[in-house]
Each structure stands twice: as C-alpha cells, then as structure tokens.
C-alpha cells in the first residue's frame, strides 16, 4: 500500500528582521525579482507569502507556503542551485537574525510546527 | 469604476503561547469541534492554519488565513456571535498572551503585515 503524502504539504516558518535592514529587505520583497519567482514556481512552491511583526522589540519575519512536489529535498536543492536565487539570498541573507536553532544548522529560517489547519 | 479587492486577502497575525497551556491549546486544535470549523467557513475563511514556535524562549502562535467574502467586518462579527465558538474562544483564550498592541484593543491576535507573496 502506497501512503501518499497529503498534497499540498504547508511549510511555515520563522526567522528574525534586523532593523536597520528592514526598509532594505521589505523593499526588495516589494519587487521581487522575477528569476526569484521563476525559481520558486519550478520549486513546485506555491502561495508563497512572508509577513513582518514586531514582537517584544525584536522583528520577526513568518513564512508560510505550499509545497505541490514530489521531491521536497531535490526540488529545495534546484532552487539553492539556481544563481539568481543566489544572489537574491546574498542580498536578503544579512537581512536577517537567525533563530539559534536555525543558525546551529546554518540555515536562516526555523522551522515552525503547525498546530492547525481548517479541512 | 469599481475598484474590487484582490481575491483572496490574505490575513497573518500572532499571539503568545502561555507554556503551562501549550500541551492544552495544542491538543484542542488537534481535534477541533465541528461547530467552531463550520463557523470559521460561513465566515468565509478559507486555508487557516495556525503554527507555533519558540522565540527566545517565548513560545509564539502564527495564524495565516485567506478571506474569500465581501464584508470581512460583517463575517468575522458572525463568527464571533456564534455560541460555540465563543465556547470554543473561552478555552482558547486564556492559553494565549496577546502581544501589546493587540492587548490594547482587547483583541487576542496582533495583525502582521504581509511584505511578500507569489503571484
């Protein structure tokens, strides 16, 4: 018996914004890039959005989307491979804090546990 | 000329997770009742989940839900004048530490701001 994973599969997740890069980061993602785009389109990720809060003094950054591929770790590979996304990332990575658990993987997003999701 | 609102909006929010109610809160949402998901969709609310995640040893609850009405007021009004979902809330409710801004409002959940989304 085949268990298919339930389609789409939604990633949520958390990292911090540094302040003085705020406008910087928030600009960029108000024009993103259109390789960018094309790269999370081929990375079978959709509905992709990312919003700001402040919560006690610190910026904080949550992503949320959804993965409609087959391959997560393959398809997140081809997207990390891709030189636009790269030089996205040289320009959105000093943006952001890390939480210590993302930053002891060498990773800039934590991972967060959804709790909820209407059927 | 009308101007229509972009289908669907998009709402993201947080809120605090009180950690002696974290285990309660979660198992909750693990098996909501029916009443409560049947108001959340007359409300028109659609793909809702809520994550969590510790934040500097704070644990935080991120909400994303899309809105597919007309009378966002109007709905989430319905919603909040429907008895089992204030059933629902009077449990909820003290598992969460609303964030400042929303403590000030009397609400539970802070509004963040969506700076990204794919098209």
Known sequence: MNNPV???QRFHSVTGLRPEKADYYIGLHA???P???RAIERAKIRNYSIAVKE?????????????????????????????ETQ??????DP???????AAARGTIW??????????
């Open 6 to 8: 339930p389609k789409p």
């Open 31 to 33: 024009a993103p890039w």
């Open 35 to 37: 390789g960018v785009i």
């Open 55 to 83: 919560i006690e003094g610190r910026l904080c950054l949550f992503s949320y989307f959804e993965y409609v591929g087959e391959d997560f770790e393959g398809d997140m590979k081809q997207m990390a491979d891709d030189p």
């Open 87 to 92: 030089r996205w990332w040289r320009e959105t």
């Open 95 to 101: 943006c952001q804090i890390p939480l210590p658990d």
């Open 110 to 119: 934590a991972d967060a546990s959804e709790v909820f999701h209407t059927p």
